[in-house]
């Protein structure tokens, strides 16, 4: 029933029943079954030509920028890179094979990030990308390799397992990725995972600032913010939670078990 939701784009934000049923491969009554009970709850509401996203949404939205642990520890970091190094700074997270900007902090270099939050990133170009898949288990790599073994060579990671495995052992072992205008005509990226999560750390400059920069600076601040950001999250600090607190450690682990 969920998977409903991921039909809708932006470039195609309404959608009928018919249309869903036919990209989802459901029958029409099953797909209306569904569409029902997500619009009982708020996830899913009706247009005069077909189906859209709810305001559950909207309030979901909310509800994770106010909640989520790893975006308020992230937050204070990703504002001192923007202010050291005058760059844009994204927070990334890996799920369900495909990885998502979950936060976008704007610098003043007056560069064009196409990826800001809520957009998900090419799974095997650009520094963030990289960085996740590096620190993924080798299982999990073997599971991406196995089902998308074309675009990895595509994407010059690899044109075997052999070669993928080689190229994400060396990413993790230097701590950190870095991408020359894959993403973005004119950027650069610089990418490192934060340690006990799915998530990591961007920082993307023009090429232009990127050239006069420190760059083995640049590499260590960022693998520093996001080890520091892991650090928090694994000392049991608390975020504001309506009534109480709750440790932040308890969805640290939950992040440790996928």
């Given amino acids: ?7 809708f784009r932006s470039d195609n934000p309404v959608r009928t029943a018919e249309e869903i049923a036919g990209n989802l491969g459901y029958s029409l009554g099953t797909t209306y079954r569904y569409i029902r009970e997500l619009a009982a709850t ?6 005069e030509t077909g189906f859209c996203l709810g305001p559950r949404i909207i309030e979901l939205d909310l509800a994770i920028r106010q909640c989520d642990p790893v975006l308020a520890a992230s937050q204070p970091m990703m504002r001192e ?11 990334i997270q890996f799920f369900n094979d495909r990885v998502v900007v979950s936060h976008h902090v704007e610098g003043d270099d007056r560069i064009t990030v196409s990826f800001g939050r809520g957009k998900v990133m090419p799974l095997f170009r650009g520094a ?3 960085a996740l898949l590096a620190a993924l288990p080798r299982a999990r790599q073997k599971r991406l390799y196995d089902g998308f073994a074309a675009r990895i060579a595509s994407d010059g990671l690899g044109r075997d397992w052999a070669a993928f495995r080689r190229n994400l052992v060396q990413l993790e072992s230097e701590r950190h990725a870095i991408s020359v205008e894959e993403l973005d005509k004119g950027n650069v ?3 490192a995972a934060i340690p006990a999560t799915q998530h990591g750390l961007v920082i993307v400059f023009s090429t232009r600032r990127y050239a006069v920069l420190d760059k083995s600076l640049v590499r260590d601040e960022v693998i520093a913010a996001a080890q520091a950001i892991g650090g928090m999250l694994n000392t049991t600090p608390t975020v504001r939670d309506g009534d109480g607190r709750k440790p932040i ?7 440790r078990t996928f």
């Fill in 1 to 7: 029933m969920l998977a409903v939701l991921d039909v």
């Fill in 42 to 47: 708020g996830l899913v509401a009706r247009t």
């Fill in 81 to 91: 890179l923007r202010d050291r190094f005058g760059c844009d700074v994204l927070l």
């Fill in 128 to 130: 963030g990308s990289k």
């Fill in 189 to 191: 990226g610089v990418a």
């Fill in 249 to 255: 450690r308890e969805v640290a682990d939950v992040h």
